[in-house]
Nanobody
Framework: QVQLVESGGGLVQAGGSLRLSCAAS????????MSWHRQAPGKQRELVAL???????RYADSVKGRFTISRDNANNTLHLQMNSLKPDDTAVYYC??????????WGQGTQVTVSS
């Protein structure tokens, strides 16, 4: 059974930091492109950061220089370090695993709220 379980969300003041984690099971984690997405109320889900199976990363322009995505293949865990948080970062954050074009999985999401 495939499971992606996010944790680490919460309420933080603007300028603060949070570290999200995504624990994966039931998938060949090290072979997948892993990513974080977010969805704010009334908006479409958007890609925040991606890390390929070999390590290269990509970030949305809005988070470059503030967020860092990383992966721990030994422990099947994905992280997102979020610094200098802004109210516009408020959203539900989702973990995604893209193992193949068919094997594409989502977590249940974790709420991040940044107060001004």
């Amino acid at each position: 059974q495939v499971q992606l379980v996010e944790s680490g969300g919460g309420l933080v003041q603007a300028g603060g930091s949070l570290r999200l984690s995504c624990a994966a099971s039931g998938i060949s984690f090290r072979f997948g492109a892993m990513s974080w997405h977010r969805q704010a109320p009334g908006k479409q889900r958007e890609l925040v950061a991606l890390i390929t199976s070999s390590g290269p990363t990509r970030y949305a322009d809005s988070v470059k220089g503030r967020f860092t995505i990383s992966r721990d293949n030994a422990n099947n865990t994905l992280h997102l370090q979020m610094n200098s948080l802004k109210p516009d970062d408020t959203a539900v954050y989702y973990c995604n695993a893209a193992i193949t074009t068919i094997q594409n999985y989502w977590g249940q999401g974790t709420q991040v709220t940044v107060s001004s």
